[in-house]
């Protein structure tokens, strides 16, 4: 006899899901499965979107399935893990990511990058290797195999670190594999905004010249004065591109819109690489003649493989990475939504959720800053704690 889901996966859990296209987020009680001999289970406090998520709740990939509970940027504390579990303990602070399983036995999953495995299976929105769905981190708790969970620092703050488990490896990935890494080069960052403004910092950790490369001129002081650009070109203006002509190393191109490509392909050095990670919703056009001549690259990245998630994130405490946050409360989660359709969003927000159990937990979105001080709302196991910065 075939058991239910509920029988497979017997833990009640509280999270916020979509039931339809709509992609309308509202409260959602579910069940995750008991803690494995290889798992981990976590209490979450912080959770980030990305617009992956937008776009699965909206069915805008035509593969969604309902309820939908999204969520991959997640961080938490450790209260279980399974008897044959080695890198973790109780009282831990743990991460997981986009992936929740894949094959362990393809060419890319043996060699450490399991997000390009044939059968990768994604955090939430996806099916794992019981046939249930995957739920995932705008929920109160989570369980995953320790192989697919990353170590926290304790030196590393949650709240901030909670969107580098996709927005950092996302950028941190591209910089390290196409050796755009080496102090003194000269790397070009497409977008600030959520992945361009961890891209920057991790790009000046890693001792580089960085310019920030934006269609708004009004971004210019920000990116400069207070994320520590070198410098800024607007992509439009004819004059500043020329003068940028073949000064680059490299690219890391974070804009999902349609956008031409051969005036980034113009700014590169003979062999440069322009590497894209944003997922526009119509073909670009792909310029060959310059390639020809310059030799040099267009490339795709997408996340990173669990050994160098870990890495970025052991690179982040160090240099003191986190992405730019913020607090609001979680009934603002379908307004915050609609302000990523309308691309009015900026750096991150962290959400606040109070259970069905009267505890709290912290989910994070993109958001334009506001003045500060602003007001945080931590939830310690039922109870509030409010401080201003």
């Known amino acids: 006899m075939v058991e239910s889901p509920e029988q497979q996966h017997p833990k009640k859990a509280f999270g916020w899901a979509a039931r339809d296209s709509s992609g309308v987020l509202s409260p959602f009680k579910f069940s995750r499965r008991e803690t494995g001999k290889n798992d981990v289970r976590f209490k979450v406090l912080y959770c980030g979107i990305c617009h992956t998520d937008l776009h699965m709740i909206k069915n805008e990939w035509g593969n969604s399935t309902y309820p939908l509970l999204p969520g991959h940027e997640i961080v938490g504390v450790v209260t279980e893990v399974g008897t044959k579990v080695e890198k973790f303990k109780v009282g831990d602070h743990v991460g997981v990511g986009y992936m929740a399983g894949s094959c362990q036995s393809c060419d890319s999953c043996s060699t450490n990058a399991a997000n390009y495995c044939p059968k990768m299976i994604a955090t939430s929105g996806d ?203 979680i009934d603002y989660v379908n307004t915050a939504m609609k302000r990523l359709v309308k691309a009015d969003v900026k750096y991150r927000l962290t959400f606040c959720i109070r259970n069905v159990q009267g505890k709290v937990s912290f989910w994070t979105f993109f958001v334009i800053p506001t003045t500060p001080p602003l007001l945080h709302i931590i939830g310690l196991e039922g109870f509030w704690v409010l401080f201003l910065y």
């Not at 944003?278 to 996340?303: C, N, T």
């Not at 050994?307 to 946050?325: R, S, V």
Request: proline fraction near 6%; charged fraction near 20%.
């Open 127 to 329: 099916q794992y290797h019981d046939g249930t769905p995957t739920y995932g981190g705008y929920s109160d708790i989570m369980v995953a195999n320790e192989h697919f969970v990353v170590r926290i620092p304790d030196s590393l703050p949650l709240d901030g670190a909670a969107p580098l488990l996709c927005a950092g490896v996302t950028t941190y990935s591209p910089l390290r594999y196409f050796g755009l890494d080496k102090p003194g080069m000269h790397v070009g960052v497409v977008g600030v905004g959520g992945l361009g403004h961890v891209a920057l910092k991790f790009a000046k950790a890693m001792g580089l010249k960085v310019t920030m490369i934006s269609t708004s001129p009004k971004k210019k002081e920000e990116a400069i004065e207070n994320l520590g650009a070198d410098s800024f070109l607007v992509s439009h203006d004819e004059g500043q591109m020329q003068g940028a002509v073949g000064t680059m190393d490299g690219i890391i191109d974070t804009v999902s819109a349609v956008h031409p490509l051969l005036p980034l392909v113009g700014l590169l050095k003979s062999n440069g690489k322009l590497v894209l990670l944003g997922v526009p919703d119509k073909p670009l056009e792909l310029p060959v003649f310059p390639l020809l001549m310059g030799r040099k690259i267009i490339a795709g990245s997408v996340i990173g493989g669990m050994k160098e998630t870990q890495e970025m994130i052991d690179f982040a405490a160090k240099h003191n990475i986190t992405a730019n946050i913020e607090v609001i409360s």
